[in-house]
């Protein structure tokens, strides 16, 4: 688990305030998935235990090569921050997350 790079912190507090919740950066550890590069990441060092809940929140972003990148906002069954899911329309590494390859 590490703290939040700047970029996904920007994305993650545009998501959460879409979603009417409070988010606090220093208290969020995030561990990457493997998903290519995309971005995609844990929200929490029990995400193992956790069990999905309901999506709360989620924005379209255009990545620096011009392909749209979709990202949600997971939440596990007790309302908790669970995952950031980052779906690139083209399946290529996120650019502006530093992901390129």
């Known amino acids: 688990m590490r703290p939040t790079s700047e970029q996904e912190r920007k994305i993650l507090e545009l998501l959460f ?3 009417g919740l409070s988010f606090d950066a220093a208290s969020l550890s995030v561990e990457p998935m493997d998903d290519g590069g995309t971005g995609s990441l844990k929200l929490s060092k029990y995400h193992a235990v956790m069990r999905f809940g309901r999506m709360a929140a989620d924005v379209q972003l255009t990545d620096t090569d011009g ?9 596990d069954e ?3 921050p669970y ?12 650019q502006f997350l530093g992901y390129a390859s």
Do not use: G, M, R
């Not at 950031?84 to 996120?94: C, V």
């Open 83 to 94: 995952e950031l899911d980052a779906f690139k329309s083209d399946y290529s590494p996120t």
């Open 17 to 19: 305030e879409k979603a």
């Open 67 to 75: 392909i749209p990148v979709l990202f949600s906002l997971y939440l």
């Open 78 to 80: 007790q309302d908790k």
